[in-house]
């Protein structure tokens, strides 16, 4: 079990009831036809927030929750992306050897013939984390990189964070002030 620090001071709603989520069960939490865009942990509200984005351009992006890694829930993978033909896979982790690797590997093995042009991949870069809040904020995958990697998908030019309505005032990598954790 392996929960990102960025989680802690989200808040929403918790059910009272008890619950079980289950193992190796990915989750759509958000339902598309365009493209996918593959998460887990704090990179799935990243994809949600480009989702959200991207649905101002007319761009409908699914976004797929995967929970688990180990089992990986390969048929929800496979079922979006045929669905949509077009995916972007988010890690929070360095690029090379990483989760996003094998998923990528996955859909070359089942699904390359429905890919209506080459898959997506977002991670940090293959360098050290910094250290530095100025740097971090270029380190980090973001939901801005995601509706650059959409858009661009769909042949759309760029857009500045103003026009995409981005104003970015917080550094990255800075714990929310309500989490009283041990680092």
Known sequence: ???HRWLHGIKGFVAEEAYAVPIGEAKK?????DVTIIASSYMTLEASRAAELLSHDDIDAEVLDLRTIKPLDESAIIRSIEKTHRVIVVEDAWQS???????????SKKSWGTLKCAPC???FPDVPTPTSWALANHYYPKARDIVDSARTMFGL??????????FPDTPMDVP???FKGPF
């Open 176 to 178: 929310d002030k309500t």
């Open 157 to 166: 030019p760029l857009l500045s964070d103003k026009e995409l309505g981005i």
């Open 29 to 33: 939490t958000r339902e598309g036809k």
């Open 121 to 123: 991949r977002l991670t």
């Open 1 to 3: 079990f392996i929960e």
């Open 97 to 107: 050897f990483g989760v996003s690797a094998e998923i990528l590997a996955l859909i």
